[in-house]
């Protein structure tokens, strides 16, 4: 169809600008980059309330289990584990704690409307996905090392001279770990856009490969399907990274599944983000 | 070039799923100038706001800021300041903190964070959280936001929703400042009498379709026309009867308002005052009225409306009348067609658009709502002209069809000598 084309020439008399003379700003323009929305999402971060209640209680729950157990053990049981083992019980209801925020980060702009107001102020949103991600993984892996740490020292300090197991590696692997949970709840949040939803998928995620292999064990067929699956569980996966059963897996290979998992999620993130409206 | 069209859409469509939001939509919006944007509810005015910013991406077609795609600027918030929904905030970050991480966001300094809050007069709720601002406040934290890159463009969708009367001036003198500042300024509202005053010029959309592009004296000029309030005295309602009879049979076209006086169109006031003469009706008031830029776009957007209210019968609610009773009277403009008053004559008969040369160059003088040039001589309250041609009642499909408005008078157009006899 034919759009109506007014005659403009009528409407000319009434622009009352001088012509050649539009609007330029004294503030110099600066070209922006990933910097710049670094610093965005680390205001953003840390002004919401969302923050401090989830990693306050992720501490609360790391450190507070983990000391409970400490206190609750004998010297003679860490003869062959890690001093950090009693951060792994924490770590295990610790892991919700950065799954509900890796959601927020993303799914509450959406749900706020927020994410408009950000993607005015920057049309690059690779960019703005980029700093959340950065920004979160720095925030959770320092909290969960430092929180693995704590339980590390506290239980060394109890049960002093017992292990000869080195426990670096632990600290790192395990917070390692947890963030990267963290990374997958903020790329899901991303591609489904709702707390609520993200954070349900994500506890299944979690949980049901840890509950359902007890259901496939039943048939013959199915009991190699449930082994595997018990063995990424997260949980599981958690304890071999700790150390429980160093002798026949390192956790290593759960690891790495989860990096893969994770990198998958992160580009379907990125590969959405441009393609729909916000 | 850049300077002549700030905004430039080009045929810009955007369907969700069979719904068609936004139909090859073409307009500019030129700098130094408050251009306003207006249409009905679900017109497609956010979509295409919302393409202009790059949030949508259209189907077809494009928009362009100064040349370059919204998502392709290389510093989009130093071009471009927008508001379009104030509630798009995180309730729990105080305001200062939402402006900081915006202004990080695009490498502007924090001062000009409190600069903004000062602007908009928040500076006091600054450490404040959003959630507990009221929409007033809202609406200045977004326009906070908007300003925060000292952008040449400005969009506002529906600025002035929920600010007390001293934010609308506020609003309105804001956006004249900035537009005289030759800034590009581009706003939205339903509000038609804050329209009147702030824009210079109007883009009008219905369904999605471009339905007006002109300055709004030549919108309100083509699109609707005055008519003459009658009052006669109340205490003879017989003479009201009467006067009504003469001007229905003169060729006027005659309506009741709530408060008994009689909205005349299609006659002009001098005639009207010697029928009454004629007819022995003594006349209360006898005074032209001009016409509203509100009542120009509801002429216009008659047609293209997506939401009508009908009316509320509370059928099984309502006792029945008592024998002798009288139903209340009707709400103005409610039921009674043909209450906004016909636009003047046009060659041709469109509303719109008119070919070139027939609209009234520069402003039009008061009182002389676009008579279409080389047309009769006719007053500002002369009888409408005969129905469209088949021809031209296609150019706007929104236009009143003839056939929906019985009230309008069977006048035909006004012969030589009836101009002549009144004037």
Same mark, same amino acid.
């Given at each position: ?81 890690? +001093?950090?083992?009693?951060? #792994? ?19 509450? /702009? ?25 920004? #979160? #993984?720095?925030?959770?892996?320092? #909290? ?86 018990? /063995? +990424? ?46 | ?102 202004? %990080? ?46 952008? %040449? ?9 929920? =600010?007390?009367?001293? &934010? ?5 003198? =804001?956006?004249?400042? =900035? ?72 060729? &006027? ?8 006086? !009689?909205?005349?169109?299609? !006659? ?19 005074? $032209? ?26 059928? &099984? ?79 706007? $499909? ?15 157009? $006004? ?9």
């Amino acid at each position: 169809m034919s759009t109506p084309q007014p005659p403009q020439h009528a409407a000319a008399p009434t622009w009352q600008t001088p012509p050649g003379h539009a609007y330029t700003s004294p503030i110099p323009v600066k070209k922006t980059n990933l910097g710049h929305a670094i610093a965005s999402e680390w205001t953003k971060i840390k002004s919401v309330r969302s923050t401090m209640w989830t990693l306050g209680i992720f501490l609360l729950l790391v450190v507070g289990i983990g000391f409970l157990v400490a206190v609750n053990t004998s010297d003679t049981e860490y003869g062959d584990v890690p +001093y950090t083992i009693p951060a #792994f019980f924490g770590l295990i209801l610790g892991q919700i704690c950065l799954i509900t925020l890796g959601v927020l980060v993303i799914a509450s /702009e959406y749900g706020t409307g927020m994410i408009r107001t950000t993607f005015t102020a920057s049309p690059q949103r690779h960019r703005v996905l980029a700093a959340k991600f950065i920004v #979160f #993984f720095a925030v959770a892996f320092s #909290f969960s090392v430092l929180a693995i740490t704590l339980v590390g020292l506290i239980t060394q300090s109890l049960h002093g001279g017992e292990s000869s197991v080195s426990w670096g590696g632990t600290v790192f692997k395990g917070g390692l770990y947890v963030s990267l949970l963290g990374v997958l709840s903020l790329a899901v949040g991303a591609m489904l856009r709702h707390s609520a939803g993200a954070i349900a998928t994500m506890l299944a995620v979690v949980l049901v490969p840890a509950i359902l292999p007890a259901f496939l064990m039943l048939s013959a067929t199915l009991r190699s399907i449930g082994n595997t699956m018990q /063995e +990424y569980a997260a949980p599981n996966a958690l304890a071999y990274l700790f150390g429980i059963d160093s002798d026949n897996n390192t956790g290593n290979p759960q690891l790495l599944f989860l990096v893969g998992v994770t990198a998958a999620a992160v580009a379907g993130a990125f590969l959405l983000l441009d393609r729909r409206d916000v | 070039m850049g300077l002549e069209r700030m905004i430039e859409a080009v045929g810009l469509t955007k369907r969700y799923g069979d719904k068609t939001a936004v139909d090859n939509l073409s307009f500019q919006v030129r700098p130094g100038s408050v251009t306003g944007f207006l249409g009905p509810n679900g017109s497609g005015k956010s979509t295409t706001m919302r393409m202009i910013l790059g949030l949508d991406n259209p189907t077809a077609g494009q928009v362009t800021i100064g040349g370059y795609p919204y998502r392709k600027l290389p510093n989009a918030p130093r071009q471009v300041g927008a508001l379009l929904d104030a509630k798009a905030v995180h309730g729990g970050r105080h305001a200062r903190n939402h402006l900081l991480c915006l202004a %990080q966001l695009s490498g502007i300094p924090a001062r000009r964070v409190d600069e903004v809050l000062g602007v908009v007069g928040l500076q006091d709720v600054a450490r404040k959280r959003s959630k507990g601002f009221s929409l007033g406040m809202g609406q200045r934290l977004g326009i906070a936001a908007a300003l925060l890159g000292d952008p %040449q463009v400005l969009l506002f969708d529906e600025p002035v929703n929920g =600010l007390d009367p001293e &934010g609308i001036l506020w609003v309105r003198n =804001l956006m004249k400042g =900035l537009a005289a500042e030759g800034r590009t300024v581009f706003v939205s509202s339903h509000l038609m009498s804050e329209m009147a005053l702030t824009a210079d010029h109007l883009i009008v959309i219905g369904r999605g379709q471009l339905l007006a592009d002109m300055s709004v004296q030549a919108f309100i000029a083509a699109n609707s026309a005055g008519f003459a309030r009658v009052r006669t005295p109340d205490t003879e309602p017989q003479q009201r009867e009467k006067l009504t009879a003469a001007l229905t049979e003169a060729g &006027g076209h005659v309506m009741s308002e709530p408060d008994g006086a !009689l909205r005349v169109t299609g !006659l002009p006031l001098p005639h009207i005052s010697d029928l009454a003469h004629g007819a022995d009706v003594r006349l209360w008031e006898l005074s $032209p009225h001009q016409a509203s830029l509100e009542e120009a776009y509801m002429r216009m957007t008659q047609g293209a409306v997506d939401y009508r209210s009908s009316t509320d019968q509370k059928a &099984g609610l309502q006792q029945p009348l008592p024998p002798g009773a009288l139903p209340p009277p009707p709400v103005p403009g409610q039921g009674q067609p043909g209450w906004y008053a016909p636009p003047p004559p046009q060659q041709g008969g469109q509303p719109y658009p008119m070919p070139p040369g027939t609209m009234p160059q520069g402003p039009v003088p008061p009182g002389q709502p676009g008579l279409p040039q080389g047309g009769p001589p006719a007053g500002p309250y002369a009888a409408p002209a005969a129905p469209a041609a088949p021809g031209g009642a296609a150019a706007n $499909p929104y236009a009143q069809p003839a056939a929906q408005a019985p009230a309008a008078p069977a006048a035909p157009a $006004p012969t030589e000598s009836d101009s002549e006899d009144h004037r």
